[in-house]
């Protein structure tokens, strides 16, 4: 048996830089518990209300675990936080220790998995392909769900989701029941979500072209008479589709999406997604990519809540140290003039 003592560990995993997560116990048995985690700091002004310069300095760890029960069946859970370090933090007004994912579930070889809990949930498929920036997130995905459907919602995770994957085949099938968490009057009454994804891989002048065509879904439905959120929303219906291109250095991601909140007594708001990243490393160190991204909202005069070019440089000073610079062009309808935005941060992954 090997055993590991916490307390002893993660002052260690820090000071002497392990770069993978780090297996903290296991025995014979079949027993097994992964450490990992994330140490970023940035400055920069995209993330401020006012778009004044900042500094911000924010990590993650999570911890999986996995009990092997036969030659078919593995029991795994997982539990992740995100760690804000500011007592006055300027990107997030979020508890200092704030859940990621935490799931339960059993996992049996070739047939898949399923969990329970905080999940990343099947939609993430299809939002994954363009989500590839240091410093960025591209918020076109499922806006609002948060505060007019279910306030667990967190871009690609939220409580209370049953869910099935399945990869094989070059297939990648991943499908989802949401029952929410039982807080009523602020979470999902039921909720459906699912991704497709199939793997195509050829040779072309003596180099791997890979393609992966994504379709993706989710319908949430909330009871606008029983909620403390906004706006008397009842449904929630999200439709994407997308493609990811690798072909030897370099990288395409394109996708498209639908949004649309169907309201009690008031019509529907519907939205239309585009986001796109291309991505190329000209050496194993440096990389530059870049992209678009907006959404408008098609009933209210193409009313665009978001038009943004972004450019972003990172070199890897080592394999999970990352050093990068980004800047975004913001232009909405509601700014008076577009904003430049930019960030210089630093990333060290173990």
């Known amino acids: 048996m090997k ?28 027993t097994k518990l992964d450490l990992y985690g994330r140490v970023e700091a940035k400055i920069g002004n995209e993330w401020t209300t006012e778009h004044n310069s900042a500094a911000n300095l924010t990590g993650r760890l999570g911890v999986d675990a ?44 070739k047939y898949g998995k399923a969990m329970i809990g905080r999940t990343r949930n099947p939609m993430y498929q299809w939002m994954s392909i ?9 918020n076109v995905y499922s806006n609002w769900v948060g ?31 949401l029952m929410g968490n039982g807080a009523g009057d602020s979470t999902v009454d039921n909720g459906y979500m699912g991704s497709l994804g199939y793997t195509i891989k050829t040779t072309l002048f003596d180099k791997v072209l890979t393609i992966k065509p994504v379709i993706a879904w989710q319908k949430l439905t909330k009871d ?19 493609v990811r291109v690798s072909y030897d250095k370099a990288y395409l991601g394109v996708n498209v999406g639908k949004q ?43 009313y665009a809540h978001r038009k943004q070019w972004l450019i972003e440089a990172e070199y890897k000073l080592k394999k999970d140290i990352h050093l990068s610079t980004t800047y975004i062009r913001d232009e909405r309808d509601d700014y008076e003039s577009p904003e430049n935005l930019w960030v210089l941060g630093v990333r060290y992954d173990f």
């Not at 590991?4 to 079949?30: C, D, Q, R």
């Not at 606008?224 to 997308?242: C, F, H, M």
């Open 3 to 30: 055993k590991i003592l916490l307390p002893v560990l993660v002052p260690s995993l820090i000071m002497t830089g392990f770069a993978e997560a780090a297996t903290v116990y296991s025995n014979k048995e079949g």
């Open 66 to 109: 996995q009990q092997k029960i036969d030659d078919t069946f593995t029991v795994l859970g997982k539990m992740e936080w995100q760690v804000n370090t500011q007592k006055n933090d300027t990107e997030s007004s979020d508890d200092t220790w704030k859940i990621r994912y935490a799931y339960a579930g059993v996992e049996a070889n």
């Open 130 to 138: 363009t989500d590839r920036y240091m410093n960025f997130t591209s």
């Open 147 to 177: 505060t007019r459907i279910d306030s667990s919602y967190q871009w690609n995770r939220q409580d209370g989701t049953i869910q099935y994957e399945y990869l094989g085949h070059n297939v990648d099938l991943r499908a989802a029941y």
């Open 224 to 242: 606008p008479k029983n909620t403390t959120l906004s706006g008397n929303y009842t449904d929630y219906i999200q439709e994407g589709v997308g």
């Open 260 to 302: 649309k909140y169907e309201r009690l007594n008031a019509s529907d708001r519907k939205y239309d997604a585009l986001d796109t990243l291309a991505e190329y490393w000209f050496t194993k160190q440096v990389a530059l990519r870049g992209g678009y991204s907006q959404l408008i909202e098609k009933e209210n005069d193409d």
